[in-house]
């Protein structure tokens, strides 16, 4: 059998030595060996950091964006062949959809989120720009700008495919190169998956390499610009973090751990209503995806004390219809744990759990399995257990990582929130019920502990993604024992892998340094409208100049009986006299708007294909009859659509009044086309 190959360096390598078997958790037959001998970590490393980093931080967000587009359409065409891998690890069809699929819709996800909210540059500003004097000279802005060194990505066994692209996206999308580490039980399928990404030729050759087997020395050449972003145990994540090199060199370091995930049933949810069998369905389904192996699967089933029985009841009828055995079958709903080494775990756990209950449904010695050697394969009973006292601190602190649960019940919703914390930190919880006081009590009180909540009733129920779906737009992590990180998140997850600077300088310098105009840099007014210039032709700080036009109380009288916005600041001088704001009857903001579009626009068929919205809108000195309006527009940030036949422009709106004062600012988006 064939020791599994890493890709380091630029090219593929066998560990020495005859390596460790790894074994198909359903039939127990070798699949691979696996061996990391003689593998020089360190040059690994340097190549990422000196060929990775540089080829993608010549991309722009939205180049890097289109490629984690064009690599997920690419991995997709070899799903069944991911498939067929992921059942040797134990997995179902349903769990490895769960997992494949999933890694590529974090692909999809995050190549939309950079494309849509991210610039066509390579420098990300964040937030507004910073006024730090009075003159308007001396200005500041947040910028966001790579890493130089490479994210170490060491990934758990229990989703080799997703666990590894929910962690390359966002550092992907940064410019930031991987070093992908998987877990060594199921690395056989990460292994094929990279070949596939290397195999592609799709991404710049040092973003992605991959070390299979052991880290050794890994961490040991660590330097400030590398991100180390963990999933695994609680355990783990607490001795990598004091890792000498992490310390030394202050290493970002993200930890995803186990956790002792929490739902809670609501007091509304009685047997027949919508959210009690919601509960049922939801904690069954927690306990037998993946047979039970996922870091946010409910480990503690918290329940009104007078509805025990009935949830109990309603568990062990589910669960009696679980098919255990070889995924290859159709009929079968829950497939083996990853090893059987994992199995003897899981079953230290429960003995530990059995202090504290009693176990109502399953056996940890015997399950009867379908198309399977129940010895052989590292297959496990769903076991359901009940800790009738919520004070025993077991259930609060032991996790079996496997398909457990323990009913544990509760009085009030001061009590539910206390026991959830109990967990000291988690990366989900869900409270199930529709009774909004009792809701916002829980969530409100057990946000602190978690890293996402699910509210789940019948209102959602339909289109909810469930208690154990990570999703890449929200984040992914938690407090405490879940490790104090947080992964993917959109934006949130890519701005991870940058260098957050505070950058102060005159408006000039911070608009060439940006990209994006600043108010009070020079502007450049031309004899040709902005209006009449394709993308390529617009300059950051082209500007034009339009008006005054003379606000008259027949224009705002006019504007009132066509819109039917008669409020009475408009109409009613009286009382618009009394209104502190007010000297007299005021124009309608919407008609200042209208009025300085009518100044500005160009009539004429152009390159402004249309407009796009407006945003930042502020109102800030009101405009009476008489009052006559001036509107600067100022091309602020040009943003290409890569493969596009058009852009976006952002402009800066100023309006303001014949005293130079200015009555309403905003940006202005339009589409404006390519030259053909």
């Known amino acids: 059998m064939s020791v599994l190959r890493s890709y380091l360096s630029g090219s593929w390598q066998e560990g020495g030595g005859e390596g460790a078997p790894l074994r198909d958790a359903v039939t127990g037959e070798e699949v691979a060996r696996i061996s990391t001998a003689g593998l020089d970590r360190a040059a690994a490393l340097e190549y990422g950091r000196r060929v990775g980093g540089p080829a993608l931080r010549e991309l722009t967000f939205h180049q890097r964006a289109a490629l984690l587009k064009a690599l997920a359409s690419h991995l997709r065409e070899h799903r069944e062949e991911l498939y067929a891998l992921s059942a040797r690890t134990g997995a179902t069809l349903g769990d490895s959809k769960f997992d494949v699929d999933g890694g590529f819709g974090t692909l999809f996800a995050f190549s939309s989120k950079g494309r849509r909210e991210m610039p066509n540059d390579t420098v990300y500003v964040d937030g507004a720009v ?161 047979a039970g192996q996922k870091c946010t699967a409910i480990r503690r089933a918290l329940v009104p004390a007078d509805r025990m029985e009935d949830v109990a009841e309603a568990v062990r009828a589910r669960l009696a219809k679980v098919t255990v055995g070889n995924p290859a079958n159709p009929d079968v709903r829950m497939g ?68 457990v649960s323990t009913l544990i019940p509760y009085e009030g919703a001061e009590q539910a929130v206390e026991l959830a914390a109990r967990g000291r930190g988690s990366l989900a919880g869900s409270v ?93 007014v031309t004899t040709d409208h902005p209006f009449r210039k394709h993308l390529e032709d617009l300059r950051v700080g082209d500007t034009v100049i339009a008006g005054p036009r003379r606000v008259t109380l027949e224009d705002v009288e006019h504007f009132a009986e066509f819109t039917g916005d008669t409020f009475y600041a408009h109409m009613d001088e009286e009382a618009a006299a009394a209104n502190p704001f007010f000297d007299g009857r005021v124009a309608h903001g919407y008609l200042v708007l209208s009025f300085a579009a009518g100044l500005f626009v160009d009539p004429d068929p152009g390159p402004v294909l249309a407009n796009y919205g407006l945003e930042n809108l502020r109102f800030l000195t009101p405009v009476y009859p008489g009052d006559e309006m001036t509107a600067t527009l100022t091309a602020k940030q040009l943003i290409p659509r890569e493969g596009a036949e058009h852009g976006e422009v952002r402009w800066d709106v100023d309006v303001t009044n014949q005293k130079g004062e200015s009555v309403a600012k905003y940006d202005l988006l339009t589409l404006v086309a390519k030259r053909a």
């Open 130 to 290: 910073e006024p730090l004097g009075k003159g308007g000279t001396f200005v500041a802005q947040h910028i966001c700008t790579p890493l130089h060194g490479v994210a170490v990505q060491i990934n758990a066994f229990n989703f080799p495919v997703w666990g590894p692209l929910e962690k390359l996206a966002p550092a992907f999308l940064a410019g930031m190169p991987s070093l992908v580490k998987p877990a060594e039980q199921t690395a056989y399928l990460t292994a094929r998956l990279v070949e596939l990404i290397v195999e592609s030729g799709i991404l710049p050759e040092g973003s992605v390499q991959l070390l299979t087997g052991e880290a050794g020395d890994l961490l040991d050449h660590l330097t400030e610009q590398d991100v180390v972003a963990f999933t695994g145990s609680a355990d783990t994540a607490a001795r990598l973090r004091v890792h000498p090199a992490v310390v030394r060199h202050a290493v970002r370091f993200n930890a995803e751990a186990d956790s002792l995930n929490v739902s809670i049933l609501g007091p509304d949810a009685t047997p027949g209503t919508p959210e009690f069998d919601l509960y049922v369905k939801q904690l069954v389904s927690e306990m037998t995806v993946k």
């Open 336 to 403: 083996a744990l990853a090893t059987l080494e994992q199995r003897e775990e899981v079953r230290r756990s429960l003995k530990g759990l059995l202090d504290a209950g009693t176990i109502l449904f399953g056996d940890p010695a015997h399950v009867d399995v379908v198309d399977a050697d129940a010895e052989r394969g590292a297959f496990l009973s769903p076991i359901l257990l009940r800790a009738d006292d919520p004070a025993r601190a077991e259930p609060h602190e032991i996790e079996a990582f496997g398909p």
């Open 432 to 524: 199930v019920s529709a009774d909004a006081d009792f809701v916002r009590t829980v969530v409100l009180g057990a946000a602190p502990w978690h890293g996402r909540l699910l509210v789940l009733n019948g209102a959602d129920a339909k289109e909810s993604t469930g208690h154990g779906s990570p999703l890449p737009m929200l984040v992914h992590g938690g407090p405490g024992r879940a490790g104090g990180g947080e992964e993917m998140g959109g934006v949130r997850g890519v701005v991870h892998h940058m260098q957050r600077t505070a950058v102060q300088a005159d408006p000039a310098m911070l608009t060439a340094i940006t990209g994006r105009w600043v108010p009070g840099a020079e502007r450049t």
